[in-house]
């Protein structure tokens, strides 16, 4: 019989932002579908293509999916929220994944555009970073725009590097070593605006 995967747990943070704003950082629930979807018709058309990489108005019933439902073990999908109970918006996500018995994962974040420059997709990153660590991923790579230059500066600042990609010429892909940041938090001075 083969043993079950781990489940990747995360106790809900409170994060105080640069400018004093409070979010709540949990775990995706299956009842955030309708405050998901919503977040995602909030970003801009900008900020759908930075994330996405492609032109779309919201998830498609797939995405919905399995951005709701994690694979236990190789996921996690965080959502930065304001708000309680029926008031309770969803204003960024992040979230990284990996294949089986890999101990390299992927990362994405998205932040409504209400919310950037505030510093929320730094801790975000930090926050997964520390979560993959803590579950024994060694590695953390990431697609980036290359015309994102906010991310891709937020990145570098906590120690990826770019790395050789066969993706399209437009994308950059980042990697960090989490095992040399083990036990290093990010530079908490640097007030960097990011997305």
Same mark, same amino acid.
């Given at each position: 019989?083969?043993?079950?995967?781990?489940?990747?747990?995360?106790?809900?943070?409170?994060?105080t932002?640069? /400018?004093?704003?409070?979010?709540?950082?949990?775990?995706?629930?299956?009842d955030d579908?309708?405050?998901?979807?919503?977040?995602?018709?909030?970003?801009? *058309?900008?900020?759908?293509?930075?994330?996405?990489?492609?032109?779309?108005?919201?998830? @498609?019933?797939?995405?919905?999916?399995? =951005?709701?439902?994690? /694979?236990?073990?190789? %996921?996690?999908?965080?959502?930065?929220?304001?708000?309680?109970?029926? %008031?309770?918006t969803?204003?960024?996500?992040?979230?990284?994944?990996?294949?089986?018995?890999?101990?390299?994962?992927?990362?994405?974040?998205?932040?409504?555009? %209400?919310?950037?420059?505030?510093?929320? =997709?730094?801790?975000?990153? *930090?926050?997964?970073?520390?979560?993959a660590?803590?579950?024994?991923?060694?590695?953390?790579?990431?697609?980036?725009?290359?015309?994102?230059? /906010?991310?891709?500066?937020?990145?570098? /600042?906590?120690?990826?590097?770019?790395? %050789? @990609?066969?993706?399209?010429?437009?994308?950059?892909?980042?990697?960090?070593?989490?095992?040399?940041r083990?036990?290093?938090?990010?530079?908490?001075?640097?007030?960097?605006?990011?997305?």
């Open positions: 019989m083969k043993e079950a995967e781990p489940t990747i747990e995360f106790a809900p943070v409170v994060l932002l640069q /400018r004093g704003q409070r979010v709540t950082v949990r775990a995706i629930r299956p579908r309708e405050r998901l979807q919503s977040a995602v018709r909030a970003l801009s *058309e900008e900020s759908r293509y930075l994330r996405f990489m492609g032109v779309l108005r919201e998830l @498609s019933p797939q995405l919905l999916e399995l =951005a709701l439902h994690p /694979r236990v073990g190789r %996921e996690l999908q965080l959502a930065a929220v304001v708000g309680e109970g029926a %008031e309770e969803i204003v960024a996500g992040a979230r990284y994944s990996s294949e089986a018995g890999s101990t390299d994962c992927e990362f994405a974040i998205a932040v409504t555009d %209400e919310w950037h420059g505030f510093g929320l =997709a730094r801790r975000l990153l *930090e926050l997964l970073m520390q979560s660590s803590r579950h024994g991923f060694a590695r953390m790579e990431g697609y980036i725009l290359a015309s994102n230059t /906010r991310m891709l500066g937020l990145a570098r /600042r906590l120690g990826f590097v770019a790395v %050789e @990609s066969s993706e399209d010429p437009a994308v950059r892909k980042v990697r960090c070593d989490l095992t040399r083990a036990g290093r938090s990010g530079e908490s001075g640097d007030r960097s605006v990011a997305r």
